[in-house]
Nanobody, 126 residues
Framework: QVQLMESGGGLVQPGGSLRLSCTGS????????FGWFRQVPGKEREGVSA????????LYADSAKGRFTISRDNAKKTVYLQMNNLKPEDTGVYYC???????????????????WGQGTQVTVSS
């Protein structure tokens, strides 16, 4: 099974940028679809963006469209989430997740992912 580790979180001012990374170990990285999810206390973990396995098709939540870009580098076994023009409402713990079945009917639904990282905190505040 794949093991995931996120990095790149931190404190940033509104309008700033961060790039999150998710590095995997285990089975061939290109077999998996990956998603980024955000969770804040008291709320459900919500999908932000996802990228498919072999065709790298991407999905974005409405809140992320035009500001976030997901990408993958299979040779480095890493998935990235470039976040620009960050807003206070982007604050939360960001989790990377992997699905061995590719992007399903709803690639931003957390129930479609089998493997999860530990998360990285993103705080957008002045």
């Amino acid at each position: 099974q794949v093991q995931l580790m996120e990095s790149g979180g931190g404190l940033v001012q509104p309008g700033g940028s961060l790039r999150l990374s998710c590095t995997g170990s285990g089975p061939p990285f290109n077999w998996y679809a990956f998603g980024w999810f955000r969770q804040v206390p008291g709320k459900e973990r919500e999908g932000v963006s996802a990228i498919n396995s072999f065709d790298s098709r991407t999905l974005y939540a409405d809140s992320a469209k035009g500001r976030f870009t997901i990408s993958r580098d299979n040779a480095k076994k890493t998935v990235y989430l470039q976040m620009n023009n960050l807003k206070p409402e982007d604050t939360g713990v960001y989790y990377c997740a992997a699905s061995q079945y590719g992007l399903g009917r709803d690639g931003l639904n957390k129930t479609e992912y089998e493997y999860w990282g530990q998360g990285t905190q993103v705080t957008v505040s002045s």
